[in-house]
């Protein structure tokens, strides 16, 4: 073979391997093989502008610190980039040609019906609020931005590239302010409470004392009836003031506990005629620290009145109970209920309920279709 | 008879159709200031009005990519309304295919062998 014939198959060789910056020198001949020679440096100079290689992409893939991966049209991974592994502690192998919803926990919709589903008009699509889980198992979670990627895959097949950003530190951050706010909630609820039964409370019992004493000495028949359904009305006051009390802290919860707060609370709801509550309690519940029994009160309190307004319930136990070192709390009711991941992050109540517990370190789940009805599991270690 | 222009680097060849023809000279290394000095010799010839123009390689070793992009640009392409060119080889043939891919002048071009079938080709645009 001719000696130049051979350096331009090296050549060729050197740019399909993405080495586009060698060069044949010119001969002084400045022939024809000359000019394809010059043909083929103009090729390289336009493929390196117009190519990035493989190294220079994996670089870029794996230096960002967002988990990134790249799904085909069908929801199967086929790449992703070293953040994945690192975070979730998968290896790589383990995860290419599965469905990307192995990474997801288990909530419908699945993680690539919302990908198909919420895509915009821009071909992007937002989820703010999504947990992956970890090789271990444990929720991980995150805000998730995809984008459809045209002819990205084999044979020029549309793909998608998800990228998925660590909220655990936001959520965290969100969640202690939360937390700050119940709490001064509930310091101006105890505070309200405390000066209703102190104060108007005493002076109203004071009032209807005054005038029951009238009442028996009046004489006059009409003046005494008026005077007894001024009475009667100071009652209905003194026993509405009482339930509104309660509403902002139940005594109960201080003086009897958790437990007792919880029959009070199905004992007035099933007397307003609003649901048949049941409240089951396990053998040897204790006697938990404040902080987490107004908590937990709180959110029994919370999904009964969800149940009411919203699911059309009719039905409510609860159960609570313990479980090694664990307090368990299981909700049921009978309502509609709902599609879980269509309401995430959007409702106070829901995340009131989970910041409540998860400042206890506790784990809320909740459970609900459409149908179905709503169950929540509560679990707390009690040290 | 036809109007003729011999520049260093081209030949300049008015038709009798109105087609203009520019031969490129042989060994040639095309830099950015070529490339200006061979527009500005087409527009001077040509009194710019526009026209197709045959331009014919007879062996350019190499044109830099500043002059490919110079030559694809506007400016480049001033006065041709068409172009048509004529690769006298294979290879030569499918680089200049993909250069004028990613290149993409913007007036109609295409690549041909044979001069008789690039004057055909250039006739739909008089």
């Known amino acids: 073979m001719d000696n130049r014939l051979r350096h331009i198959h090296k050549l060729l060789a050197s740019y399909s391997a993405g080495d586009f910056d060698r060069r044949l020198p010119i001969s002084k001949h400045l022939d024809e093989t000359d000019a394809v020679i010059g043909g083929l440096h103009m090729l390289a100079e336009e493929l390196k502008a117009v190519t990035i290689s493989r190294d220079y992409f994996n670089n870029i893939f794996n230096t960002v610190s967002e988990m990134a991966l790249v799904l085909t049209a069908g929801g199967m991974i ?25 990474l997801t926990e288990d909530v419908r919709p699945s993680l690539f019906q919302q990908l198909r589903r919420r895509r915009g008009p821009d071909g992007l699509v937002r989820i703010w609020n999504r947990s992956f889980l970890t090789a271990q198992g444990e929720a991980f979670p995150v805000e998730i931005t995809a984008r459809v990627l045209a002819g990205s895959g084999a044979r020029g097949r549309h793909g998608i590239l998800v990228t998925a950003r660590d909220i655990a530190s936001r959520l965290s951050m969100e969640n202690r302010l939360l937390r700050a ?40 028949s009409p003046l005494r009836e008026k005077l007894q359904a001024a009475n009667e009305s100071l009652v209905d006051i003194l026993g509405m003031m009482r339930e509104i009390c309660y509403n902002l802290m139940p005594k109960s919860l201080d003086d009897f506990g958790l437990v007792q707060a919880v029959r009070e609370l199905a004992a007035q709801t099933e007397k307003a005629g609003l649901m048949r509550v ?48 664990e307090v368990e709390v299981r909700l049921k009711e009978n309502g509609k209920g709902f599609e879980p991941a269509l309401v995430q992050g959007t409702g106070m109540g829901l995340r009131n309920m989970h910041a409540r517990i998860k400042s206890h370190d506790g784990v809320f789940r909740l459970e609900s279709s459409p149908g179905k009805g709503t169950a929540a599991r509560i679990s707390v270690g009690i040290g | 008879m036809n109007l003729i222009l011999d520049t260093p680097y081209v030949t300049l060849e008015i038709l009798e159709n109105g087609i203009l023809v520019a031969t490129y ?100 645009f008089l």
């Open chain 1, 278 to 325: 049941v409240v089951e309690e396990g053998r040897g519940f204790p006697t938990l620290a404040r902080a987490l029994e107004v908590d937990l009160f709180r959110v029994i309190q919370e999904f009964m009145a969800n149940g009411i307004r919203h699911g059309e319930a009719t039905h409510l136990l609860v159960r609570l109970e313990v479980k090694g070192r």
């Open chain 2, 25 to 124: 000279k042989k060994r040639m290394l095309v830099t950015l200031e070529i490339a200006k000095e061979i527009v500005a010799d087409r527009l001077e010839f040509t009194g710019r009005v526009p026209r197709p123009v045959l331009i014919i390689n007879l062996g350019v070793l190499q044109i830099e990519k500043s002059a490919r992009r110079y030559l694809s640009s506007g400016d480049g392409v001033a006065g041709i309304s068409a172009s048509a060119i004529i690769v006298d080889n294979l290879a030569t043939f499918y680089i200049m295919s993909f250069i004028l891919l990613v290149e993409k002048p913007p007036m109609p071009t295409a690549k041909f062998t044979r001069r008789n079938q690039a004057m055909d080709w250039l006739q739909t």
């Open chain 1, 78 to 102: 086929e790449d992703l980039n070293e953040a994945v592994c690192d975070r979730l502690g998968y290896l790589r192998d383990g995860l290419i040609g599965r469905r990307v919803d192995v």
């Open chain 1, 181 to 220: 706010m119940i709490d001064a909630q509930e310091l101006e609820r105890q505070r309200l409470s405390r000066d209703l039964h102190d104060g108007l409370g005493q002076q109203l019992s004071a009032v209807k004392f005054l005038v029951g004493a009238v009442v028996k000495e009046s004489v006059s």
